[in-house]
Each structure stands twice: as structure tokens, then as C-alpha cells.
């Protein structure tokens, strides 16, 4: 589990109850923890758990709550509140919001020691607390109120918009991976689906779910959609595409 004792003053990995070494404190650290969300990951077969903070973001070995490795980003005052994203075996994307930007790091290990490569840094996204995608080296995502595209492997900005109607403010968004879809969530409650296109913006269809300011990640469970705001919560029961029978198979048998 992962908590961070009151006032935030303390961060505490705490894989095992019974073992004190997986407690490991901002004190003994020297980082102020401002990230919302671990991501665990495996780089180079080694399991480890991604942490965003004010320097930049760590690495910790679960069992021991050990720090492999850190790279460093300053961010004094600013919360690093997007989740990390794997692209590849050894590369990480890390947002930061406040005019930081994107950056795509190479993590390697030689022998017992890690180190990290800064591959590129992009201003043109901010990934705040709004969390991005990425589908076929894109990564997808918000600055601010501007939803848009760009390309994983360089940083470079391929489409943006604000959507569709009074636009999707700052918003959240899911991706449908086997559908190549985006689902995204806007700030006026409104549920849209985009093409996970490269190319050009695309939006399917947006329909409104909720009302009132909306910045909770929505989530999907089997085929339940969740959505939820300060205000209210609603369920949405999407249907699930039936497998088509062979050609040459009579349906009805």
C-alpha cells in the first residue's frame, strides 16, 4: 500500500506490515512526495514502483521500499499530480503541469547501478491533473482546456482543439485500446468519443452524463461505465459488440 502520513509531510511505502524496511520516510528521502498516483512497472525484469515528486520522479523496489533510482526534474512548488506512462521497455513519460511540460526518459541499468537519459522535453502538453494516453507511439491528452496529439517518439504536436459545443474544458480521458477510441470525460459532464487518430481530431459522438463542474477521472469496470463529479455519480451499462458467426456458419444452428 501507498500513504502519505498527515499534513503530507511524511511519504510511506509500506508493501508489508512486519517488515520495517519497507517503511521508508520523506526525512531520510530528502524529497517532498507531491505525486497522486504510483505506477508500478518492470524495467530490465526488475518490478518497481514510479513515484512523481518535486525533484523529479523516483523509483522504489516494492518488497524493500530501497530507491533505485531518481531522476531529476525540478518542480519547486508544484505538484506532479499526472500518472507516469511506459512507452517502451525502458522509457517512461512524466508529465508536469505549470509550463514543464512532457518529458520521455531512458531508464538503464548497469550491474547494481541505474541511471537515466533524457530522451526529449516537450512544452507543447502540460499534463496537469489531468492524466494522458497513448496508443501507436501517440501520446493523447490535455493542456488545459486544449485536448491534442503528439507524437511519442519525438514530442512533437500532430492536432489539438478544444472539442466540439463549448469545448471539453479540462477534462479527463480513457482509452479503448482494442477500439482504437478515446473516451473522454469534459469538464461540463459531457462523455465524447474521439478517433485515436494521428492525423486529425475526430470526434464520434458526445453525449451529456453529468452536471456541474466535472474533474474525476471516469472508470470502466466489465461494461459499466463510471462517472462522478462533487455533485453527483452515474453508471452507464454499454453493450457489449457479440462475436460474428464464420460465413460460412448458419447462425441459427
Request: hydrophobic share 40%.
Amino acid at each position: 500500500t501507498f500513504a502519505r502520513g498527515a499534513g503530507y509531510r511524511k511519504l510511506v511505502i509500506q508493501v508489508r506490515a512486519s517488515n520495517t524496511r519497507a517503511q521508508t520516510y520523506y526525512e531520510r528521502l530528502g524529497f517532498r512526495p507531491c505525486g497522486r498516483l504510483a505506477k508500478q512497472v518492470v524495467i530490465d525484469d526488475v518490478e518497481q514502483i514510479l513515484f512523481p515528486t518535486e525533484d523529479g520522479l523516483t523509483s522504489f523496489e516494492p518488497a524493500t521500499g530501497q530507491v533505485l533510482w531518481l531522476h531529476e526534474w525540478p518542480a519547486p512548488g508544484i505538484a506532479r499530480v499526472a500518472q507516469p506512462a511506459q512507452v517502451a521497455k525502458d522509457q517512461i513519460l512524466i508529465g508536469t503541469g505549470m509550463n514543464l511540460g512532457l518529458r520521455r526518459i531512458t531508464v538503464t541499468k548497469n550491474g547494481e547501478s541505474w541511471s537515466t537519459h533524457e530522451n526529449w522535453t516537450s512544452k507543447e502538453i502540460k499534463p496537469y491533473f489531468n492524466d494522458f494516453v497513448i496508443s501507436d507511439h501517440q501520446v493523447y491528452g490535455f493542456d488545459g482546456p486544449v485536448f491534442m496529439s503528439l507524437n511519442a517518439d519525438d514530442g512533437k504536436k500532430t492536432w489539438k482543439t478544444r472539442g466540439s459545443g463549448k469545448g471539453y474544458g479540462t477534462g479527463q480521458v480513457l482509452l479503448l485500446a482494442d477500439q482504437k477510441l478515446l473516451l473522454v470525460l469534459t469538464e461540463v459532464g459531457e462523455i465524447a468519443l474521439v478517433e485515436a487518430n494521428p492525423k486529425e481530431f475526430r470526434e464520434i459522438a458526445k453525449i451529456p452524463a453529468i452536471s456541474g463542474k466535472t474533474w474525476n477521472h471516469p472508470v470502466i469496470s466489465g461494461n459499466i461505465l463510471f462517472v462522478r463529479n462533487a455533485e453527483e455519480a452515474a453508471a452507464f451499462e454499454l453493450t457489449l459488440k457479440s462475436p460474428q458467426a464464420p460465413a460460412n456458419e448458419n447462425p441459427e444452428k
